[in-house]
């Protein structure tokens, strides 16, 4: 039998890991945010982020993360779709995975590679009597490589829940004479919205983010919130600063998640249960 | 063809996959305002049939005519028939109005006529009150209701019915069979109706269609086929009757083991093998030295309306017997039968030659 202490004592490692990884990491950052260059107790970084650098950074980040997710979700929502009416759903499913698996830092080398200025890519622009022109450091290289990482991540949820769709459903409407985009409006589309939104959700917060990428595609062209944390604390030293928009980050990460949460109607939403 | 056809299938067939037919060239003409039946057991292909007429996939080779127009390539949304799934399938995100509702909108009429016809249908389904329920709050058979007023609203020329009452209870069951065939009737649309209960089909419809494996072994009234079922299959499925093997000595004469009976079947080849039907009911329970065959009772069962007797004759066949008369288990008791309760059945017969050999008895051999 199990008691109420037993219990308890199992839930420690859980509880101490909550506390080392996430508590803490959170109450440093809150912390460090409230002191200057020189360490003295400020506000200053607070009235600092709204000024107009921060704000135009803030906007910016929010712009282009929007971008990454949304066309990430044009690609993602029709490959999941013709995924699930594949015979070896499961195989394509997986061969889309893998590539998520490969270090990420590999996969944006890679590309500066091919995008580079004697890359393939500008090798074959040759063969049509193009210039060699650059296409690393721009925005359509940062939003390209961008989509490209994060489109197994909008996939998956978003396959599972059209997996999960009842296909009689889809015949009912047909039968009770919608279209096939009535069909995909009001049937398909508000059943798969949860798949959506933890897609949305799996790549608009980390595309808020994102340093790496940006640096390394984008060079200075891109600047985001991401960049700015990187650059306060590594170039700048001022801990400050990048604490309080690391925590301006957090905050923005939990209205996204609230904005986006499952409204949750149990088991029976995706339709398949009777 | 008459005019009155509606639905024709001609020489359809159809597979899923390369090695099996799920229907084996199947050709049936519907008449408008009729209720039909199709009966059979799990699997024969009634759901296909109606996926059929419904538009959600084509026959792999045959035609199906929509008041004489080929449809085989109308797809499902242009076609004037509504479906009652049989999983339901209801809309988990909308809630009872809505989902009836949904065709309705689609047709994009006013918010008052859609408010007045969603009432009317929830009326019909005695799910007046229910309207901001979601599905997931309903019971089974409170959502099969909802997918019967869901297909109703839309005034379809034809409605299919995929076991739409399965999941009721005995009372609500008959009590939606008679509203069904009471709306069927008053609106004069043509139904379809799936079951594997041959009770229901024998009560609701005007044309009952046994299938088999992917085939039509016959069609008829309730009437016809109760009472003269094509061969074994047929007979079996339709009821308890007691089925044995016998010959056909001579026109009106029947051999079962070495008695012979007196019967209303001619025209047979003389000594000709046939199966034999004798319905339970048709069985009088008499004494011994009164009866046509004497039988000895094995088991008795009290059924409510009847009892249901289990008896055995000398031969070792078994004789079911339904009868308001009580017997004694192990006693030895006489069973009297109409010649007309005999139903001899040839083998290997078509519906075709079994219907000629039918008219060629003439009416007065049914007059009763
Ligand atoms: N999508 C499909 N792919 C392959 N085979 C199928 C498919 N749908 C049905 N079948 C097969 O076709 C045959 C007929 O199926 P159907 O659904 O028409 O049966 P049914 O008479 O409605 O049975 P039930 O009374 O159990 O509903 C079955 O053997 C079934 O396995
Ligand atoms: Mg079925």
Known sequence: MQTKTTKAFYLIPYYVWIVLFVVAPIALIAYYSFFDLSGNFTLDNYQNFFTSVYLKLTLSSFWYAFLITFFTLLIAYPTAYLLTKTRHKQLW???????????????????????????????????????????????????????????????LPIFNSLDKLNPSLMDASRDLGASSWTTFSKVILPLTINGVKAGIQAVFIPSL??????????GNKVITLGTAIEQQFLVTQNWGMGSTIAVFLIIFMVIIMIITGQRDKGAYANGKNK | MSDNTIIRFE?????????????????????????YTLLGPS????????????????????????????????????????TVFQDYALFPHLNVFENVAFGLRIKKLGKKVIEQKVIEALKFVNLVGYEKREIAEMS??????????????????????????SALDLKLRSEMQYELRELQQRLGKTFIFVTHDQEEALAMSDEIFVLNEGEIEQSGTP???????????VADFIGESNIVSGTMVADFRVKIGDKEFECVDQGL????????????EDLEITAVDKGKMKVKVDTQLFRGVHYELSTYDDEGNEWLVHSTKKADVGASIGLDFDPEAIHVMRLNETEEEFDKRLESYGEDAYAN
């Not at chain 1, 698996?101 to 080398?109: D, E, F, G, P």
């Not at chain 1, 983010?209 to 984008?218: C, E, K």
């Open chain 2, 269 to 280: 080849n003389p000594n000709e093998k046939v199966d034999i039907v004798i319905r339970p």
């Open chain 2, 223 to 233: 009437m016809d086929i109760y009472d003269e079922p094509i061969n074994r299959y």
């Open chain 1, 209 to 218: 983010s994102l340093f790496m990428i940006t640096r390394l595609i984008a």
């Open chain 2, 140 to 165: 089974g058979g409170q959502r099969q209701r909802v997918a019967i007023a869901r297909a109703i609203v839309n005034d379809p020329e034809i409605i299919l019915l995929d076991e739409p009452l």
């Open chain 2, 11 to 35: 020489n359809v067939t159809k597979s899923y996959d390369a090695e099996t037919t799920v229907l084996k060239n199947i050709n049936l003409e519907l008449e408008r305002g009729k209720f």
């Open chain 2, 43 to 82: 699997g024969c292909g009634k759901t296909t049939i109606l996926r059929l007429i419904a538009g959600f996939m084509q026959p792999t080779s045959g035609s199906i005519y929509f008041n004489g127009k080929l449809i085989n390539n109308v797809p499902a949304n242009e076609r004037q028939v509504n």
């Open chain 1, 93 to 155: 499913l997986l061969l889309i995975i893998i590539p998520s698996w490969i270090n990420l830092l590999l996969k944006t080398y890679a590309f500066i590679g091919i995008f580079g200025l004697y890359g393939p890519v500008n090798a074959f622009l040759n063969v049509f009597g193009l210039e060699e022109t650059q296409i690393l450091f721009t925005d359509f290289s940062f939003v390209f490589v961008s989509v490209y990482i994060f489109i197994p991540f909008m996939i």
